[in-house]
């Protein structure tokens, strides 16, 4: 089965590639920027007539939330608008179409976890585009699956785990908030689940939707501790409110992830969000 992947260069990209070598039935065609712009139509088509992959799994992008705030010209490009053009392709060779998404297409205003009939309601310019994309993928996608997750971290790239690392070291002190709640998701732990899911999902018509996070719920002030302390960092994390931390886009308060359909669906035992934490620094080192 040929797979190509979009974005790869980036923190779930990279951990399919760590993977690649136990699914050897897979041939994985890697992609970013410089081989190939998705937001090009024309190049996307030639390059899926060209290669004929079965599954296009898009890892790419826009995940500069404040900055999308002031640049949502770019953000709904990379969010919404490449994301038509591989689910225009993907139809066009009978591709299934895999997608992420996020948590941030709700507004938090609940207590309650979300399930994947729950109404959206964004609050954010990346929030926005990134629904933007989930609906490009429901209307020109034939087959395919998005799964929203939340919260994402890994061995790569820029994220909060390895921000928490590296301002503990360098600092005394550090100030998160303590009053949006939320699960923090391993991009190893959903790397894996979509290359498993791939051969039960690539005969059926349509577009599925499922939520996708590891196990628990937790605060980022909880989860920057908890970063601190697997790291053996001696540093102070301080608790602090949302409206005491100036950011130019509106994060939700609340947004777990129910995940009992794909639990369900695909018979998945997903592990706890400390676990995979831990594994992630365990790598770093």
């Known amino acids: 089965m040929k797979i190509l992947v979009t974005g790869?260069?980036?923190?779930?990209?990279?951990?399919?590639?760590?993977?690649?070598?136990?699914?050897?039935?897979?041939?994985?065609?890697?992609?970013?920027?410089?081989?190939?712009?998705?937001?090009?139509?024309?190049?996307?088509?030639?390059?899926?007539?060209?290669?004929?992959?079965?599954?296009?799994?898009?890892?790419?992008?826009?995940?500069?939330?404040?900055?999308?705030?002031?640049?949502?010209?770019t953000a709904y490009l990379i969010n919404a608008t490449a994301v038509e053009n591989l689910s225009r392709s993907a139809t066009g060779i009978d591709a299934l179409m895999v997608h992420v998404s996020t948590?941030?297409?709700?507004?938090?205003?609940?207590?309650?976890?979300?399930?994947e009939t729950d109404q959206t309601?964004?609050?954010?310019?990346?929030?926005?585009?990134?629904?933007?994309?989930?609906?490009a993928v429901l209307h020109y996608a034939g087959k395919g699956i998005i799964l929203r997750t939340s919260w994402l971290y890994s061995a790569f790239g820029n994220n909060f785990v390895k921000t928490m690392i590296k301002y503990g070291t360098e600092r005394e002190e550090l100030k998160v908030v303590f009053d949006q709640v939320g699960t923090p998701?391993?991009?190893?732990?959903?790397?894996?689940?979509?290359?498993?899911?791939?051969?039960?999902?690539?005969?059926?018509?349509?577009?599925?939707?499922?939520?996708?996070?590891?196990?628990?719920?937790?605060s980022w002030f909880d989860f920057a501790q908890t970063i601190i302390t697997f790291s053996g960092i001696n540093c102070r994390v301080m608790p602090i409110l949302t409206k005491d931390y100036l950011v130019s886009a509106v994060r939700p308060c609340f947004s777990v992830l129910n995940k009992s359909k794909i639990k369900e669906t695909f018979n998945l035992t997903i592990p706890y969000w400390s676990e995979s934490v831990n594994d992630c620094i365990r790598r770093l080192k």
Do not use: M
């Open 103 to 115: 948590d941030y297409v709700f507004d938090g205003k609940t207590w309650i976890p979300y399930s």
């Open 121 to 135: 309601n964004p609050q954010s310019v990346y929030g926005t585009s990134k629904l933007a994309g989930e609906e």
């Open 8 to 73: 790869s260069n980036g923190q779930l990209g990279n951990e399919i590639r760590v993977l690649a070598k136990d699914y050897p039935d897979y041939e994985f065609i890697y992609t970013d920027i410089d081989e190939l712009d998705i937001t090009d139509p024309q190049k996307v088509d030639l390059f899926c007539a060209t290669n004929k992959p079965h599954v296009i799994i898009n890892c790419a992008a826009y995940t500069a939330v404040d900055k999308a705030e002031s640049d949502d010209s």
């Open 185 to 218: 998701t391993y991009a190893r732990d959903l790397a894996k689940v979509i290359l498993d899911i791939i051969p039960l999902s690539i005969q059926k018509s349509g577009v599925n939707l499922f939520h996708y996070s590891n196990e628990g719920v937790t």
